[in-house]
């Protein structure tokens, strides 16, 4: 069947459609990773986003249930160039295909990635729409994708109810905002026992649960629509509890002690951005995935300095809380896709926990 991708800028690509043939509007991003598509498709922090794989062929290893990270796939929609029909791997339990039908989410393959990529390079992220309708009238369509708005995410994506990975080392607990699997099983191997607790539960609350550190997730959408979360991160920052926070965790961190955040052109969604530790002139590769940055200029110094910085744009990626055990980082520490440098933060963060009992 025909599918069609149509950007809020007029463009309009031409396809065949995979998955559930539902119409779907959503913000476009284009992610670089050459493998970890199952990860990338179950990562939360998609959710009120379509992805477009750069990498040309997509599927060939099948899909592996165990290397999901959340119970399911949030991607709204999925564009590839190529699905693999053949996929091979003695793993593999299902296909793209056969898996993005189950979960209802439409896609389209067949069309030039590279183009469209190009594309959201040059004129920022924008929405789109997938269509399996030949007869669509963008003088309807793009006016509703130029006004549509991702809104709020984190309620849809964060568990419903607390849950404990017994361990014999710190306690932590572990503010779900969407979290990738592998933050939780990357602190629970290193022997710690987190307590993972659903995004609106309070400061009072979980600082009532007496944990030796909290460690806030990644999470999808824009940071300043999480209001009510930003104040319960800021009364976290009050105590003296360790803090250790990734990607929209950090974001939120920064939010609540007074700087500003803003969207980026395009992101950064791959598994290769170089990100420099200022202190140590080291840089590690690391897995993205956000669209939105905190401003270091909005940043007070008698509050938090930069720790780390994006070697290919200069923007930050990490920061560091003064007098206080709390650093944050905008980068993915637990991979899950992409390398594995950064996972030593894990450790630092235990460490500051006062290290394994
Ligand atoms: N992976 C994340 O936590 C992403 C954070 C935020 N939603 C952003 O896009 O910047």
């Given at each position: 069947?025909k599918?069609?991708l149509?950007?809020?800028?007029?463009?309009?690509?031409?396809?065949?459609?995979?998955?559930?043939?539902?119409?779907v509007?959503?913000?476009?991003?284009?992610?670089?990773?050459?493998?970890?598509?199952?990860?990338?498709?179950?990562?939360p922090?998609?959710?009120?986003q379509a992805?477009?794989?750069?990498?040309?062929?997509?599927g060939?290893y099948?899909i592996?249930?165990?290397?999901?990270?959340s119970n399911?796939?949030?991607?709204d929609g999925?564009?590839?160039?190529e699905?693999?029909r053949?996929?091979?791997?003695?793993?593999?339990?299902d296909?793209?295909?056969?898996?993005?039908?189950k979960?209802?989410?439409?896609?389209?393959?067949?069309?030039?990635?590279?183009?469209?990529?190009k594309?959201?390079?040059?004129?920022?992220?924008?929405?789109?729409?997938?269509t399996?309708?030949?007869?669509?009238?963008?003088?309807?369509?793009?006016?509703?994708?130029?006004?549509?708005r991702t809104?709020?995410?984190?309620?849809k994506?964060t568990?419903r109810?607390?849950?404990?990975?017994?361990?014999?080392?710190p306690?932590?607990?572990?503010m779900?905002?969407g979290?990738?699997r592998n933050?939780a099983r990357?602190?629970?191997?290193?022997?710690c026992?987190v307590?993972?607790?659903?995004?609106?539960?309070?400061a009072?609350?979980i600082?009532?649960d007496?944990?030796?550190?909290?460690?806030?997730s990644?999470?999808?959408?824009?940071?300043?629509?999480c209001?009510?979360?930003i104040?319960?991160v800021k009364?976290?920052?009050?105590?003296?509890?360790p803090?250790?926070?990734?990607?929209?965790?950090h974001q939120?961190?920064?939010?609540?002690?007074?700087?500003d955040t803003?969207?980026?052109?395009?992101?950064?969604?791959?598994?290769?951005?170089?990100?420099?530790?200022?202190?140590?002139?080291?840089?590690?590769?690391?897995?993205?995935n956000?669209?939105y940055?905190?401003?270091?200029?909005?940043?007070?110094?008698?509050?938090a300095?930069?720790?780390f910085?994006?070697v290919?744009?200069q923007?930050n990626?990490?920061?560091?809380y003064?007098?206080?055990?709390?650093f944050?980082?905008?980068?993915?520490?637990?991979?899950c896709?992409?390398?594995q440098d950064?996972?030593?933060?894990?450790e630092?963060?235990?460490?500051?926990?006062?290290?394994?009992?």
């Amino acid at each position: 069947m025909k599918a069609f991708l149509i950007l809020e800028d007029g463009h309009v690509f031409s396809g065949t459609s995979i998955g559930s043939a539902r119409e779907v509007i959503s913000e476009i991003v284009f992610n670089t990773s050459m493998t970890g598509y199952l990860e990338v498709m179950t990562d939360p922090s998609y959710a009120g986003q379509a992805v477009c794989m750069t990498y040309p062929l997509i599927g060939n290893y099948g899909i592996c249930y165990e290397d999901q990270e959340s119970n399911r796939p949030w991607i709204d929609g999925y564009i590839v160039r190529e699905l693999s029909r053949i996929p091979s791997n003695f793993r593999s339990v299902d296909t793209i295909q056969h898996f993005l039908e189950k979960h209802d989410i439409p896609g389209i393959c067949g069309i030039d990635t590279r183009a469209l990529t190009k594309i959201l390079r040059e004129k920022g992220t924008m929405n789109g729409m997938i269509t399996v309708n030949e007869n669509f009238d963008l003088d309807d369509i793009i006016p509703r994708l130029q006004k549509y708005r991702t809104g709020k995410v984190v309620e849809k994506v964060t568990c419903r109810e607390k849950k404990v990975l017994p361990g014999k080392g710190p306690k932590v607990a572990l503010m779900d905002f969407g979290a990738k699997r592998n933050i939780a099983r990357s602190l629970n191997e290193r022997g710690c026992q987190v307590t993972i607790y659903p995004a609106l539960t309070t400061a009072e609350e979980i600082l009532a649960d007496q944990p030796d550190g909290i460690m806030l997730s990644n999470g999808p959408g824009d940071p300043k629509e999480c209001t009510s979360i930003i104040q319960e991160v800021k009364k976290l920052y009050d105590s003296q509890v360790p803090i250790f926070a990734i990607c929209l965790g950090h974001q939120l961190m920064a939010l609540a002690t007074g700087a500003d955040t803003h969207k980026m052109k395009y992101g950064h969604r791959g598994g290769n951005h170089p990100v420099k530790d200022l202190k140590t002139g080291r840089v590690y590769i690391s897995s993205q995935n956000h669209g939105y940055v905190v401003d270091t200029e909005t940043l007070d110094e008698r509050v938090a300095r930069p720790a780390f910085v994006n070697v290919n744009d200069q923007t930050n990626e990490g920061l560091e809380y003064i007098g206080k055990n709390i650093f944050t980082v905008q980068f993915h520490p637990e991979a899950c896709p992409g390398p594995q440098d950064s996972s030593y933060l894990f450790e630092r963060f235990i460490e500051m926990m006062g290290g394994t009992k």
